[in-house]
């Protein structure tokens, strides 16, 4: 199995680039999150036709946290045995807090500084 990146906001924006960036890298599997679900299944249709990336879209607001937590109680086995194995809160926070940890921020310095002198 492929890693797994999880991106909020991603139905514009910064988390809308990000799920693009991530999944041009061919090393991902994405679970995109955001209030739009018509967004995000556009979104999905996109990097699944551009990348062949395999995404899983999950319609919600992030600051709901119980819902977050139904989010992530729907989501297929395969992507829930990440969340399982840390626990649902801890997932939740990890989800939550986004790219705050440091092994993310390094990818993301990977991923998006390189791109931003090819323009």
Known sequence: ????????????????????????????????????????KALKKELKEAYGTKVHVMSFDVRD?????????????????????????RAACDYISGMSDRYAVSLCEELLIPKFWQL
Do not use: C, H, N, W
Request: glycine share 10%; no cysteine; hydrophobic share 40%.
């Open 1 to 40: 199995m492929k890693k797994v990146a999880m991106i909020t906001g991603a139905t514009s924006g910064i988390g809308e680039a990000t799920a693009k960036l991530f999944a041009q890298t061919g090393d991902y599997d994405l679970i995109i999150a955001g209030r739009r679900a018509d967004r995000l």
């Open 65 to 89: 946290y119980q819902r977050g937590l139904a989010a992530l109680d729907s989501m297929p086995e395969e992507y829930r045995r990440i969340a399982e194995q840390e626990g649902a809160e």
